[in-house]
């Protein structure tokens, strides 16, 4: 079966860098686009970026120019990496993907921006 486990989140000072990971199995990776999304406090889970098959790339207005999303195929991974941080990112950090009309999600990894 679809797995997703989110690794990497934890408390940064606003200014700073955390990466995240998401090892993915049970189906053939490089195949699927990958997503990670967030969810603050009170508000709707978001998407945050998109990676598709071939590597293309889209991020959300509010992350550009610092979050950067990434894969490896051979390590069935995408990651999530998160520069020049501020307080409104606080969130929780999901991977996402959709496999036969199927949304699959992580567990979650909580992102803490503060000083």
């Known amino acids: 079966q679809v797995s997703l486990v989110e690794s990497g989140g934890g408390l940064v000072q606003p200014g700073g860098s955390l990466r995240l990971s998401c090892a993915a199995s049970g189906f053939i990776f490089s195949l699927f686009t990958m997503g990670w999304y967030r969810q603050a406090p009170g508000k709707q889970r978001e998407l945050v970026a998109v990676i598709t098959r071939s590597g293309n790339t889209n991020c959300a207005d509010s992350v550009k120019g610092r979050f950067t999303i990434s894969r490896d195929n051979a390590e069935n991974t995408v990651y999530l990496q998160m520069n020049s941080l501020k307080p409104e990112d606080t969130a929780v950090y999901y991977c996402?993907?959709?496999?036969?009309?199927?949304?699959?999600w992580g567990q979650g990894t909580q992102v803490t921006v503060s000083s």
């Open positions: 996402n993907t959709r496999v036969r009309s199927i949304d699959y």
